[in-house]
């Protein structure tokens, strides 16, 4: 079995997984010396026994030169001059082999024993350097860490900032020699696979000259010696082309390397330390944690990089909630606390800096704890598309229309973090979120407004574009034609669930405004697509890729401000109808399900038989206002045009529903047209024919909700007609 790869976005992680595939290139490399350093010996050894063969057939040849055949008589025969003359011929030949046996052996030394030593002095040596190297810094980097991280946060700011710049310093050259011993090593590995064969090819090149049925048995050898040779330089020419790749990619590792995230099973892993009570107080024990968002699983491992062993046994729990800790509310710093399912009490962890805390709390859903001195009452808000919501992102437009729409580089400078999460805790409280006052007081800067919108932009769930359309909105700014993309991004809009495409829309105009503005504020519909982005549509899983596809992103953005007025307010051109779709499929009762791309993404979740009556009560009074929100539109967009100024309820009337199944009639029988097979459990299965209780809109785009035999479930909506 080969080694593993050693992948350079590992570097940066150092885990122990990382650190036991570096073990074994150490021991390959290791063994590779061993195995050097006895060849030459025995090369050595090989040279001198060779040098006295030559010496001793050399005294052989010269006996036999010496020799003279006498014969019987006054003359001789041609056969016995021939025969006489045979021992000098034999011994002028041995002669000639030896010449050519001590050419041998003086290329030996320079082709076989020179390139040899070279190569474990000069590489595998330098590797064994750059070993030490690495494992001092490693040793240097976590003891200044853990020095770092046992300040206390009570110290002057500008000593913290200081030691912050320290141990950055250090964690950068950390990170860089760790990078640079890792391409040795693999270059070493790379390198042996020509630069150790190929003396042993030419030694044996210069067996095969000496030998006098050298040219048979070269022949003989000439296929393989043809076949390893281009297969040298095949390896040679790999190596130097993909040599070039790597060394451009550690470059760009070195000088962005936070910007590369690895692509891993794991949400989100790296060390943390966890505060653990003892009977006599309590201690931080270092662990390396994973964690996994769709099971919500969180494992840690206690491991100490110095010692290079656990320290204990490994342990998992079930997330409930993850919170920041407050900085006044203990002694270390990059603090926050872990609620489990399966385990009481709070895990209180301890991140490597300020930006692995914020890192580690996006990937857990993290919350930022309320600034409310009435503990009692204080309740932790969550940012959601529901009436504070959209209480909170007019209230901000409202401030920044009103006093700030000029303002240069709006949206682009941000504010100070403590006073935005001040005025998100104020504005997030229930008591005053649904108040319709629209005024922030004037002492919050605009620059503090700006940024507590687009952190609560941040804070919902998923983002507003939704994951499962994010590849689908990237592929539409990818075509070449601009109406195309218009066309393509303007259906996907109206795909958005209701919510979303209404604050979309709120968001979009606002924008715009700010965009006709931008000789003043500086910022343009480009500059605009750049800051909102990568908010409103950012990635499920942060890779290259996905970041090679951020201009793309900000290129949709740009679509939907310049073209707002015809994508919010009208209905696409031509929207896939559900006869279309049918036509589409195959009409058979055994026809394929939807692909895995067309299944929905969150899971419909079956309540409980205590938690029947309370649903169905929510689903039909939630219908009846879809119905009702449903008629209300029609009149309006028949009678009038959309106001340029918008609060909540005329937003949601103004926006045009396309005319799709789920805005039909709630609770409706309907029939399947073909059999469909489940693959989740959250689904249905069923045959031709079946009829479906309890039909109505679910909240994945193109699924409905239905009840066959006593089960609640998700229906693809081209699969069946309403009754």
Not at 247 to 253: A, D, G, H, I, T
């Amino acid at each position: 079995m080969g080694l593993p790869a050693l992948e350079f976005s590992e570097c940066c992680l150092d885990s122990p997984q990382f650190r036991e595939r570096l073990r074994s290139h150490e021991a390959e490399l290791e063994k590779t010396n061993k195995f050097i350093k006895e060849l030459i010996k025995d090369g050595k050894s090989l040279v001198a026994a060779l040098k006295n063969l030559s010496a001793a057939k050399r005294k052989f040849a010269d006996s036999l030169n010496e020799f003279k055949f006498r014969c019987i008589g006054d003359a001789e025969t041609d056969d016995e001059i021939c025969i006489a003359k045979s021992l000098q011929e034999f011994a002028t030949v041995l002669r000639n082999l030896e010449d050519e046996r001590m050419r041998m052996i003086e290329n030996a030394s320079e082709v076989l024993i020179t390139p040899l030593e070279k190569f474990r002095k000069e590489q595998i040596g330098a590797a064994k350097d750059a070993k030490k190297k690495y494992d001092k810094e490693t040793e240097k980097y976590c003891g200044v860490l853990e020095k770092h991280l046992n300040l206390s946060s009570k110290k002057k700011e500008s000593q913290l900032q200081e030691a912050d710049s320290q141990v950055d310093l250090v964690r950068q050259h950390f990170y860089e020699v760790s990078l640079e011993y890792v391409f040795k090593v693999q270059e070493v590995q790379e390198r042996k696979m020509f630069e150790f064969v190929e003396p042993l090819l030419a030694f044996l090149q210069g067996l095969f000259t000496f030998y006098h049925h050298g040219y048979e048995l070269a022949k003989d050898f000439s296929d393989f010696k043809t076949e390893l040779t281009i297969s040298i330089q095949n390896t040679r020419n790999r190596f130097e082309g993909t040599r070039s790749e790597v060394e451009s990619l550690m470059k760009k590792m070195k000088e962005n390397p936070h910007e590369h995230k690895n692509i891993s099973p794991y949400t989100m892993e790296g060390y943390l330390y966890v505060q653990e009570k003892r009977h006599f107080g309590t201690s931080w024990v270092k662990h390396y944690c994973t964690y996994q968002r769709e099971s919500k699983r969180i494992t840690m491992v206690p491991f100490d990089q110095k010692s290079g062993g656990k320290g204990g046994e490994d342990e998992a729990v079930t997330l409930k909630s993850c919170t920041r800790r407050k900085t006044d509310s203990i002694e270390k710093r990059f603090c926050f606390d872990v609620e489990a399912v399966d385990r009481p009490g709070v895990i209180t962890m301890q991140a490597l800096s300020e930006e692995d805390r914020r890192l580690w709390m996006e990937a857990m859903d993290g919350r930022e704890p309320v600034y409310n001195s009435n503990k009692d009452n204080q309740s932790e808000g969550t940012a959601q598309l529901d009436n504070i919501g959209f209480s909170i992102i007019k209230k901000c437009i409202h401030a920044v229309e009103t006093r700030g729409i000029n303002e240069q580089g709006l949206y682009r400078i941000v504010g100070v973090n403590s006073r935005v999460q001040k005025l998100l805790s104020i504005l997030m409280d229930p008591k005053t979120a649904t108040e319709t006052e629209t005024e922030i007081c004037a002492e919050w800067e605009i620059k503090t407004i700006t940024s507590a919108l687009k952190t609560y932009l941040r804070m919902l769930p998923g983002p507003l574009m939704m994951y499962q359309f994010q590849r689908s909105f990237i592929k539409a700014a990818k075509l070449e034609n601009q109406e195309s993309r218009v066309s393509e991004i303007h259906s996907l809009v109206h795909r958005l669930p209701e919510k979303n495409r209404q604050m979309l829309h709120l968001l979009m105009n606002h924008l715009a405004k700010v965009a006709n503005n931008h000789k003043q504020n500086l910022m343009t519909v480009a500059n605009l697509g750049v800051v909102f982005g990568p908010t409103l549509l950012r990635p499920q899983e942060e890779t290259v890729a996905a970041i090679m596809d951020i201009k793309f992103q900000n290129i949709v953005i740009e679509i939907l401000i310049e073209n707002h007025e015809k994508i919010f307010n009208t209905v696409p051109e031509t929207p896939p109808s559900n006869s279309q779709l049918l036509l589409s499929r195959k009409k058979s009762t055994d026809s394929k399900p939807p692909s895995c791309s067309e299944r929905p993404l969150t899971l419909f979740h079956t309540p409980q038989p205590n938690e029947k009556q309370e649903n169905r009560n929510s689903i039909i009074n939630s219908s009846l206002e879809s119905v009702i929100s449903s008629n209300v539109n029609s009149f309006l967009n028949s009678n009038s045009a959309p106001q340029p100024s918008l609060n909540s309820s005329d937003l949601e009337l103004e926006v045009i529903k396309p005319n799709r199944p789920n805005s039909l009639s709630p609770l409706r029988k309907a029939r399947a047209l073909y059999a469909c097979k489940a693959e989740h459990d959250s689904e249905l299965s069923f045959t031709a024919g079946t009829v479906f209780d309890n039909v109505h809109p679910s909240q994945e785009p193109g699924w409905l909700e239905g009840t066959l035999n006593g089960k609640t479930g998700l229906i693809p909506e081209n699969y069946v007609e309403f009754l």
